[in-house]
């Protein structure tokens, strides 16, 4: 069981990157999102890898209710729940920063929750997916929002991860005996 005090640390700072190995992956993922419940009013839960019922269901089963919860997710345009809303393929990221720009300026969410970073360092080529998502850093500062970004290291994606860590206000490296 990996345990951190996530609320404590998303008081203090507005940019966390959560990193973990893929082994504690579900851990991690498990931990951000009840911190995040437990401090955050209004959460935009931005997906690269489930879609908005796949999202609905995961946050039943860490018993999270749905009310403050935006979904915003690149993964199936039909695979809908209230809240939820399709931003583009992975690969179009223009048009998924707009539609990030949109949700943070409609809906005003006091956090951005992302999951799986990891996804858009795959699908995407690592200079273009660091800059979208410094960019995504960017927009939430500028619409007073915090972010976490979860993301799980491994050699292929390591080295743009790790460029993120500059943009950051808080790593949290689980890899390292947590859990």
């Not at 179009?92 to 300026?105: M, P, R």
């Not at 080529?125 to 970004?149: H, M, P, V």
């Not at 491994?154 to 949290?172: G, R, T, V």
Request: glycine share 6%; charged share 30%; hydrophobic share 40%.
């Amino acid at each position: 069981m990996i345990d951190v005090d996530l609320k404590n640390e998303f008081r203090e700072n507005d940019v966390i990157l959560v990193i973990s190995s893929m082994e504690k992956y579900q851990a991690a993922l498990s931990m951000s999102l009840r911190g995040v419940d437990g401090i955050s009013k209004k959460i935009c839960y931005f997906s690269f890898t489930k879609d908005g019922k796949s999202l609905a269901r995961l946050l039943e089963k860490e018993k999270i209710g749905r009310g403050k919860f935006i979904f915003l997710q690149t993964v199936s345009e039909s695979e809908k729940t209230e809240n939820s809303f399709y931003a583009g393929r992975i690969e179009e990221l223009t048009k998924i920063s707009l539609a990030c720009a949109s949700v943070l300026s409609k809906y005003k969410p006091d956090c951005v929750f992302n999951d799986s970073l990891s996804a858009l360092f795959i699908y995407v080529d690592g200079n273009s997916a660091l800059r979208f998502t410094i960019d995504l850093i960017k927009k939430t500062r500028e619409n007073e929002s915090k972010i976490i970004l979860l993301a799980s290291i491994d050699e292929k994606n390591a080295s743009p991860i790790k460029e993120l860590y500059m943009y950051s206000d808080k790593i949290i490296d689980l890899r390292k005996g947590a859990g």
